[in-house]
């Protein structure tokens, strides 16, 4: 399905916010201004030649919206043009599109080398899932590359990583992991889902594939699930020819969603980081917390590597309330305005408590190990106004061994 610029007149390259507005399906006879639903199934053939053509992949044609669909593709472009990809597949949620990259690529018998500290259902899916297969995992700590090259098996055959991490916002090299990847023949695969593709392109430092949770920021408004992946054709290539047979995609209503939020990616992630930045920097001041991590606040132990490949700190940030367990229940039961949900990169500000929910799952060591301590709180920061977010802090936490 081509996509093409509506924009036909300006012809030099345009910025990345320009293409996630400016990037649409063909308009119809109706000469609409916003891409309209494509609410269909599947779409019609002028004749034999053309459904036999069609089937035979001779044209770039839309049959059945399992393989694709103008909202889907539309949603799938935008994402190509700002992480610089060639192509992309899209996926009914982020954990869909996790599976079923790697699950297209992988054989049984292969290893992965990942980061520690990925999402909790992914850590679930290496632990638990993928055995099934006999495919097998190392980990290494996010600020331990170093350790990389002694985990790397005959069978291995990617490196996987999250930067930033999900919940302990750590901050991973990924031109040195690019580099590692390169020089081992491996693949590199990066889920971007924190950083969104506005503030952080790991395909320029050497990833081969970019995974997102759309369910995040670029929905941002906790409408719908979705996922994507996107990289060159080639690799695109062999994950289309595994979706179109196992049927992972996502709902072209979601999609149309999703392309819509687009347009206001990159004003809504700039205002979420200027607002995280606020609130971690109030948390960091603040008796009751233990220790905050943002990757743009200062103390942050990454913070020079975030600068170098991030153009802002995103919405997340990790803390640690004074008291454990029982100061961080006293701390969540204190809440009045913020949502305790576990969805994040929402207009609404959400806090979650990762040892009792995402990375319920994992033993207290492997917690540890992923930086997930029992008093650690997750905050998504939202769109409301920094002093009201602020505000609800304060109350929870002045609560806390009171
Ligand atoms: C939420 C999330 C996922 C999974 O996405 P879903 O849309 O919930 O399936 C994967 N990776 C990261 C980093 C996430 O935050």
């Given amino acids: 399905m081509p996509i093409r610029n509506q924009n036909a007149k300006a012809m030099k390259k345009l910025q990345p916010e320009t293409e996630a507005i400016r990037t649409q399906i063909p308009r119809s006879e109706f000469q609409e201004h916003s891409a309209p639903l494509y609410l269909s199934s599947s779409f019609v053939f002028d004749d034999a030649e053309d459904m036999r053509a069609s089937f035979a ?76 297969w006999q495919i097998s995992h190392s980990y290494f700590r996010h600020d331990r590359l170093q350790d990389i090259e002694g985990l790397i098996r005959p069978t291995t055959r990617l490196i996987y990583a999250e930067s930033p991490t999900n919940p302990g916002v750590d901050v991973l090299d990924l031109e040195a992991l690019g580099r590692l990847a390169k020089k081992h023949g491996l693949l590199l695969v990066v889920d971007n889902c924190f950083a969104t593709p506005y503030l952080q392109q790991p395909l320029r430092f050497g990833a081969d594939l970019v995974i997102h949770s759309g369910t995040k920021l670029m929905d941002g408004q906790g409408r719908v699930l979705a996922g994507i992946t996107v990289g060159s054709a080639a690799l695109i290539d062999k994950i289309y020819r595994f979706a179109r047979i196992t049927g992972p995609a996502l709902s072209p209503f979601n999609a149309w969603l999703l392309s819509k939020s687009m347009e206001t990616l990159a004003v809504r992630v700039d205002r979420h980081c200027e607002n995280a930045l606020k609130v971690a920097e109030f948390l960091e001041g603040h008796p009751k917390v233990n220790w905050v991590k943002y990757p743009f606040l200062k103390s942050h132990p990454q913070v020079e590597l975030a600068r170098k490949q991030m153009k802002a700190g995103g919405c997340v940030v990790a803390f640690e309330v004074q008291g454990g367990v029982d100061g961080g229940r006293t701390f969540f039961d204190g809440i009045g305005l913020l949502s305790l949900s576990a969805n994040l990169g929402d207009t609404r500000s959400i806090v979650t408590h990762p040892a009792s929910t995402t990375h319920s799952k994992l033993t207290p060591e492997e917690r540890l190990e992923s930086g997930i301590t029992d008093g650690m ?14 505000a609800d802090l304060a109350r929870a936490l002045d609560g806390v061994g009171a």
């Avoid at 709180?377 to 602020?390: A, F, N, T």
């Fill in 57 to 132: 992949e001779e044209k770039d044609r839309i049959i059945y919206s399992r393989y694709s669909n103008p909202n889907t593709s539309e949603w799938i472009e935008k994402v190509c043009k700002m992480e610089g990809a060639e192509a992309g597949f899209a996926f009914a949620s982020g954990m869909a599109a996790v599976f079923s990259t790697l699950a297209a690529l992988l054989d049984s018998g292969d290893h992965i080398i990942s980061s520690r500290s990925v999402f909790g259902s992914t850590s679930t899916l290496f632990a638990n899932i993928f055995p099934k």
């Fill in 377 to 390: 709180v997750r905050i998504s920061v939202g769109l409301e106004h920094p002093d009201d977010i602020c």
